[in-house]
């Protein structure tokens, strides 16, 4: 009995922390400028103006973090939040990814807590990986683009390194904004995971026929863990 108490305890195990590294703070701006929609998660793309707060730190972010954005373009409020993920609360960090369109705009969301509740999603940290998606029902006069919606669970316990991938496509008619790598539309997927080794390399799929790499907006954020520590991780060295 002993042994398989221990054995439980090792599967749903906080991951081990080091001070400093407490919460996974996800920022997201979304940015319109009347012909595009474009969210944006990560801090450091090529595209400063746009960038985010995004970060693991001791302190949960209560206040959005959003760049001022190029001239021509605005923040769309409705659909900008922070997540703070509290890693005591779980291991699993449960990435759902809800794309929807009108038929004149794509818009990618990340987030369970926009002020736009109808499109919000079922991201959260679980001590158990999701495998249902969770997407709203969207405004009138949207629907969900099922071919760009997954969910992605990342076993923060695992590995030191959680490696957030972002890559944008555009067609010059649509914005699309993908960090997941396991989307049904595969030519589309990112190289989101965790590692031992920090990615350096945005990951992205070549795209469909008529779609293209926008890399002023495509980067890949990795987050350490572990700060300060080398393999101190639930279930050992790896």
């Known amino acids: 009995m002993a042994v398989l108490s221990l054995s439980a305890l090792t599967l749903t195990a906080t991951p081990a922390m080091a001070s400093g590294d407490r919460y996974v703070n996800l920022h997201q701006c979304v940015y319109n400028n009347g012909s595009f929609l474009y969210t944006n998660v990560l801090p450091n793309t090529p595209n400063t103006a746009f960038n985010t707060g995004t970060n693991i730190s001791e302190t949960r972010d209560t206040a959005i973090q959003c760049g001022p954005a190029a001239v021509g373009w605005r923040l769309d409020s409705a659909n900008v939040a922070v997540q703070s993920l ?28 926009t002020p736009n509740t109808a499109f919000n999603t079922g991201t959260n940290i679980s001590y158990t ?24 669970s990342l076993d923060l316990a695992a590995r030191r390194y959680l490696n957030l991938h972002q890559c944008v496509y555009t067609n010059d008619r649509f914005l699309y904004a993908n960090v997941l790598s396991n989307t049904p539309n595969t030519p589309f997927n990112t190289g989101a995971n965790v590692s031992d080794t920090r990615d350096t390399v945005p990951q992205c799929g070549p795209g469909a026929f008529g779609w293209r790499l926008d890399s002023a907006n495509t980067s890949v954020l990795s987050l350490d863990l572990a700060p300060g520590m080398s393999r101190n991780f639930a279930g050992g060295d790896r």
Not at 97 to 113: E, K, M, P
Not at 130 to 137: E, F, H, I, Q, R
């Open 86 to 113: 509290d890693r005591v609360r779980g291991r699993y960090l449960n990435l759902h990814q809800c794309v929807y369109t009108n038929g004149s705009f794509l818009y990618t969301n990340v987030l369970s807590n």
């Open 129 to 152: 990986p999701d495998s249902a998606l969770n997407c709203g029902p969207a405004a009138v006069g949207w629907r969900l683009d099922s071919a760009n919606v997954a969910v992605q």
